[in-house]
């Protein structure tokens, strides 16, 4: 089955690199739903850019971490027919050094990666594996392979998404499917930009500059491809050498 005009899901699609990611997909013929929690309004502003430009796009609001909340939706969603394409991109951080982290800010960043991952992927699975073809790819973080201070809790999320990736892929490799990680290093968005000046991005990162949220999207955009059937349980870094 060619992958050309799948039904795609893309959580967290309101963000910046999630946005750059649904254009990704749009522009390669796919029909995608652009989800959004807090940020509703920039997912139906993007649904509208990519409508515009003769994309099919349709922005769906949810909590990731409210099991029967996301079950409703995407029950909605199947009524149409399977999600065969799906992108865990939902994150969130809250930073804090471990001693001084509050239970609140660990439980918070687990539940939305880690919840909403099973949340999200486990009523996808099984419509998507009586297709026979499927892709799914969840955004790590290059915190999850070397660590980063601040950010425990970060960093054991997105390392429980690595390990889901590893395992969810050999239960699914014979149905069609992959399921892959793409952990991102320091990439050129807002909530970056607080964090790093120049001579920060410089000094960790070997290339010299940030990646751009247009390039983890066409790692995705290859990946949920016919070209990429053959990758299937890596947890893939784009990080400019920084590991």
């Known amino acids: 089955m060619s992958s050309d005009g799948k039904r795609a899901l893309v959580t967290g699609g309101s963000g910046e690199i999630g946005g750059a990611i649904c254009r990704r997909l749009a522009a390669a013929g796919h029909r995608v739903y652009v989800h959004a929690n807090s940020q509703a309004e920039h997912a139906k ?21 409210n099991e029967a909340e996301t079950r409703r939706q995407l029950d909605l969603i199947l009524e149409d027919g399977p999600i065969q394409i799906l992108v865990n991109n939902a994150g969130v951080h809250d930073d804090a050094v471990f001693p001084g982290m509050e239970k609140r800010q660990w439980q918070r ?38 660590g980063n201070r601040g950010q425990v809790n970060y960093a054991a999320a997105k390392g429980a998404i690595n390990a889901a990736t590893r395992s969810l892929s050999l239960e699914l490799a014979s149905r069609g499917i992959t399921v892959n990680a793409v952990a ?9 930009n607080q964090v790093f000046d120049a001579q920060s991005i410089a000094r960790l990162v070997p290339v010299g500059r940030a990646g751009r949220p247009d390039e983890v999207a066409d790692l995705v955009g290859y990946l949920v491809s016919d070209a990429g059937a053959y990758i299937t349980g890596q947890v893939i870094s784009i990080n400019g050498g920084m590991i």
Not at 47 to 65: K, N, P, R
Not at 120 to 145: A, E, N, Q
Not at 184 to 192: E, Q, R, W
């Open 109 to 146: 960043v687990i539940d939305v990666s880690v919840e909403g991952f099973f949340n999200v992927t486990k009523p996808l699975t099984l419509p998507m594996i009586r297709t026979r073809w499927g892709r799914i790819v969840s955004i790590s973080s290059v915190s999850s392979i070397m």
């Open 45 to 65: 502003r993007l649904c509208d850019e990519l409508v515009a430009a003769g994309a099919w796009a349709q922005a769906i609001s949810f909590d990731v971490t």
């Open 184 to 192: 991102p290093g320091i990439i050129d968005t807002a909530v970056t």
